[in-house]
């Protein structure tokens, strides 16, 4: 969370640094800020809330520098008021900061600090890292290793050394003009190659406009970019010889395409995405007589083979995912596997099970404690070894992202990027990705016949099709339902088997973007608790497919009319008796029980999405929220 952009070259870099936070927005909009550095002054200007009032600030504003740093926040210490918006400078105001992440140690470096003389003017974390440049600048450490370089790169050397936590920094100064130094420790950081000109990014789409030859900062490594280049060091001063690569994609035109917001332009996406990855990881030619793997997965058969387990790892709408992901990894691989929060598991890992393939789950690539639990994870197994060796799987929708770089064997989901805060196409791709990743371990496995991964796969192939028929038959019903609902307060969401994590997500998107409570439960659970909850002003959402669980999700949702439930089906098309349970019905087609995840989260996600709008919401941007959580 927080974005990040800086910009060194030969072109009037307030405008570059806007467009570049206009991309890093998902990041975080509490508030925005920048500060550029020409003719010996520096000018920051910085505005609470979204970037769009910051821009207003700067309307009219000439602005001939060449060289600066911008930030889009999401708050961690201090409200989001203008004076806790980056960038943070020194008491001088020569020297200024953006960072993205967390200091860990921040109060007892303000205390140390303060003890010198300084004095502080908001409540961040952040305002200890220009004081502490500054003074470094003042009264080099007597290990001084860089001051050849540059007097301001071995001041944010010797500061970021006193750092503990997770962080990516910019770093500019009115003594030093012609640098742009920039830090990365367990925080993104990308730097961009152009001509005579530099620029850096928390995420590669704020670079790619200008170039596509970029070089991702390891952690602990600083950079120092001029109009002459860009040298790397590690944090003891040691030089690194690192070049920049290209990336192999074009900056995708980010646009509404005439959708009010990019949550539903993103929903309609998901028959296009779910093309895609057929198209990507399916073998179009497979004949069940060939006996071979449909799966394009190219994954090494050491990772694959000789499974007893699997883990998964994720966050947030990932996990729900992950939980979709250990139904088919059991019920078609016939693999026992476990699904944790990547956020509890780093502090409490299972003891090791031998044999075990872990695979982290995450859309961005870059959720803090994901890559922690992740990192984590491959060091006690490599420390373990034999059959505990590390077997590490990504699934994320960047594999450019530090996943990517932590795990050598990563699944694309391939959705293009996500704009809308709320997951949706990311989150079906990510289905897709377990769908192929179970039959492809079937398959190895004998786990199922041919002719039933046969029966799997034509109804994988019929779903692009599916899809857009749910969409086209429940768009215009669904916002007309929503319309009863703008006032509601609670919500219920149940489902069964692998509909429960549909229930799950039903009730997650809600909540992000409706700012509704909600609560997604296994259907049989709810006479053990939330059936107190129930009267005529709790909605209550069934998803009720036809499979092992039907009868019984019906007779769940009949306890909850019984209470006086308004009733809500997400059911099979043409079914008489959901037609009778049910107040409002959600029908999708009548497909594969393994498959119907992929069609029940259409109604829930429209569903949301309606209501949010209805209610006048941010649904793109809801409060307090970010796309990317790169804090812990
Ligand atoms: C944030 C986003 C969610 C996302 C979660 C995990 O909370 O708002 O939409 O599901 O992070 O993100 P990841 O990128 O790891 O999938």
């Not at 570059?16 to 890093?24: A, D, P, S, Y």
């Not at 064997?409 to 996500?418: C, L, S």
């Not at 119907?596 to 307090?624: C, E, F, K, W």
């Amino acid at each position: 969370m927080c974005g990040i952009v800086g910009y060194i070259g030969t072109r009037a870099a307030s405008g570059i640094l806007i467009e570049g936070l206009k991309t890093l927005e998902y990041r975080g909009y509490d508030s925005a800020g920048v500060a550029t550095i020409s003719e010996g002054t520096l000018q920051r200007t910085r505005a609470k809330g979204k970037l769009i009032n910051l821009q207003t600030k700067l309307e009219g504003l000439e602005d001939p520098a060449r060289l600066g740093i911008g930030h889009t926040r999401w708050a961690t210490h201090g409200k989001p008021e203008e004076h806790n918006a980056h960038p943070h400078t020194d008491e001088s105001e020569r020297l200024a900061v953006v960072q993205n992440g967390i200091i860990e140690n921040y109060r007892e470096l303000r205390e140390e600090l303060k003890e010198k003389g300084y004095t502080f003017c908001s409540d961040t974390d952040t305002e200890v890292i220009p004081h502490l440049i500054d003074e470094y600048l003042k009264n080099p450490a007597p290990e001084a290793v860089l001051s050849a370089q540059s007097a301001l790169l071995e001041a944010v050397r010797q500061a970021v050394n006193r750092l503990r936590g997770a962080f990516a920094l910019a770093i500019v100064s009115v003594d030093f003009p012609d640098e742009l130094i920039v830090v990365r420790q367990q925080a993104p950081l990308a730097i961009g190659f152009g001509q005579g000109e530099f620029f850096c990014a928390s995420d590669t789409p704020a670079i790619m406009p200008y170039t596509q030859a970029v070089l991702t900062l390891e952690n602990g490594e600083i950079a120092r970019l001029t109009p002459m280049g860009v040298e790397v060091y590690e944090f003891s001063g040691h030089r690194l010889k690192k070049y920049p690569r290209t990336l192999n994609w074009n900056p995708i035109m980010v646009e509404k395409q005439g959708f009010k917001h990019f949550m539903l332009k993103e929903i309609y996406e998901q028959p296009g995405v779910v093309r895609t990855c057929l198209e990507t990881y399916l073998d179009t030619d497979w004949d069940v007589s060939s006996g071979e793997s449909p799966i394009k997965l190219d994954l090494p058969d050491a990772l694959l083979d000789g499974l007893q387990h699997v883990q998964i790892l994720a966050c947030g709408t990932s996990w729900h995912a992950s939980l979709v992901g250990k139904y088919l990894l059991e019920q078609v691989a016939g693999i026992p596997t476990f699904v944790q929060y990547a956020s509890e598991f780093r502090y409490a890992p299972a003891p090791l099970m031998p044999n075990t393939m872990t695979i982290g789950v995450t859309q961005s690539g870059e959720t803090a404690d994901t890559l922690a639990a992740l990192e984590m994870e491959q060091n006690r197994r490599t420390e373990q070894g034999g059959d505990y060796a590390p077997r590490m799987l990504g699934i994320t929708n960047r594999v450019d992202s530090s996943l990517g770089r932590l795990i050598p064997d990563v699944v694309g989901t391939m959705a293009g990027i996500e704009i809308g805060v709320a997951a949706t196409k990311t989150f079906v791709a990510q289905l897709m990705a377990f769908y192929f990743l179970s039959l492809e371990l079937a398959y190895r496995r004998k786990a199922i016949s041919l002719e039933r991964m046969a029966e799997i796969i034509e109804g994988l192939r019929q779903l692009p099709a599916q899809l857009e028929q749910v969409l086209e038959a429940q768009e215009r019903y669904v916002e007309e339902l929503s319309h009863d609902f703008s006032e509601t307060q609670d919500f219920i969401f149940i489902g069964r088997g692998i509909n429960y994590p549909i229930a799950l997500e039903g009730a997650l998107k809600l909540k992000e973007i409706s700012y509704i409570h909600a609560e997604g439960y296994p259907a049989g659970e709810m006479k053990h608790g939330p059936i107190a909850l129930l009267d005529e002003k709790v909605p209550v959402v069934a998803i009720a497919t036809r499979g092992t669980v039907y009868e019984k999700v019906l007779s769940n949702a009949q306890e909850a009319k019984a209470r006086d439930a308004q009733l809500i089906g997400v059911v099979p098309m043409n079914d008489a008796e959901a037609e009778e349970t049910f107040d409002s019905l959600l029908p999708v087609p009548d497909v594969d029980e393994l498959l119907s995840p992929m069609l029940t989260v259409i109604p829930v996600q429209l569903l949301s999405y309606h209501i949010a709008a209805r209610r006048g919401l941010d649904v793109d941007q809801p409060r307090n929220l970010a796309k990317s959580v790169t804090v812990e």
